[in-house]
């Protein structure tokens, strides 16, 4: 089956440390894309990635990092400077073009204490 | 940026019953979709409608870009229908910034 697939479904860690989100599609799509939720909120746009290599910052960068090192691949980290990771993080992708549809995956709920 | 504006922002329904949401967007835009978040959190596509009609199953969807609104039905609508519904514009031809509304928290009861 293709699809988009997230691990860990829940992460738990303390504050200071750094934590890495997976994403892994098999849909051979060029661009992905990393989101952040709240709890009543709708998506915000961390990272997204149009090409092996190539990253771009979305409307809140700060306190992330992301590597496209595959096309499959596009994990997040989640560093000990963003001031409040705690949230609901969803990873998308779609094909190369002017007006693509992205695809979403089943999302990582990350817990700092 | 561009603004996007979902209402209601919540709607209660007895099962059975057909509801109208509404996404106006504050500029032109070349992609729109629409997404239902399910109590899990997955992100469901339901259509993609950068303008015209379309329809599936006891949904459909119209988006009249002049205008700068999409409109969501649901008819008979289910207790599964039960979630948040997103919708998603995109304005660049060539980048990649996607701006989501707020959403509408839709409860459907037995």
């Known amino acids: 089956d293709g699809g988009i697939t997230q691990s860990p479904k829940y992460l738990f860690r303390k504050e200071g440390q750094n934590v890495t989100l997976s994403c892994e599609q098999n849909?051979?799509?060029?661009?992905m894309y990393w989101y952040r939720q709240d709890p009543g909120q709708g998506l915000r746009l961390i990272y997204y990635?149009?090409?092996?290599?190539?990253?771009q910052k979305g409307d809140i960068a700060e306190g992330y990092s992301v590597s496209r090192e595959k096309k499959e691949s596009f994990p997040l980290t989640v560093t000990s400077a963003q001031k409040n990771p705690t949230a609901f993080y969803l990873c998308?992708?779609?094909?190369?073009?002017?007006?693509?549809?992205?695809?979403f995956g089943p999302g990582t709920r990350l817990t700092v204490t | 940026g561009i603004q996007v504006e979902q209402s209601p922002p919540d709607l209660i329904l007895q099962e059975g019953a057909n509801s109208t949401l509404r996404c106006n967007f504050s500029?032109?835009?070349?992609?729109l979709q629409w997404f239902h978040q399910n109590p899990w959190g997955q992100l469901i596509n339901l259509f993609y409608?950068?303008?015209g009609t379309k329809q599936n199953g006891r949904l459909s969807a119209t988006t009249v870009a002049t205008e700068r609104y999409s409109l969501l039905y649901i008819s008979s609508s289910q207790t599964t229908d039960s979630g948040v519904y997103f919708c998603?514009?995109?304005?660049?031809?060539?980048?990649?910034?996607?701006?989501f509304g707020p959403g509408t928290r839709l409860s459907v009861l037995p």
């Open positions: 998308a992708s779609s094909i190369q073009g002017a007006s693509p549809e992205q695809y």
């Open positions: 849909l051979n799509h060029d661009a």
């Open positions: 990635s149009q090409i092996v290599n190539d990253f």
């Open positions: 500029d032109s835009v070349n992609n």
């Open positions: 409608i950068p303008s």
């Open positions: 998603a514009v995109r304005r660049d031809n060539y980048g990649q910034n996607f701006v």
